[in-house]
Nanobody, 113 residues
């Protein structure tokens, strides 16, 4: 079955960076786009990034465009979300999402001084 496991969250100062990882298994990885969502306190769940199966195309929510970058390593079935210039409003739980509406367990990102 599809399994997605995120890692890399943590506590970071405003202006700092984090790189999230998502290890995927149980499906033909290169055949599917992957997405990153986040759930911020008191706000609706939001898609922040999309990356296609080859990794050659990605797009982003306006709120993170220019700060976040999604990449993937198709040799290791990994997806990454590089997050730069993090701000307190980026605090939340970040999820990796794959085919068949599969979701990882989420990883907490906290941006605070």
């Amino acid at each position: 079955q599809v399994q997605l496991v995120e890692s890399g969250g943590g506590l970071v100062l405003p202006g700092g960076s984090l790189r999230l990882s998502c290890a995927a298994s149980g499906f033909p990885f290169t055949d599917y786009a992957m997405e990153w969502y986040r759930q911020r306190p008191g706000k609706e769940r939001e898609k922040v990034a999309y990356i296609n199966g080859s990794g050659g195309y990605a797009n982003y929510a306006g709120s993170v465009n220019g700060r976040f970058t999604a990449t993937r390593d198709n040799n290791r079935n990994l997806v990454f979300l590089q997050m730069n210039n993090l701000q307190p409003d980026d605090t939340g739980v970040y999820y990796c999402v794959g085919p068949y509406d599969s979701w990882g367990q989420g990883t907490q990102v906290t941006v605070s001084s």
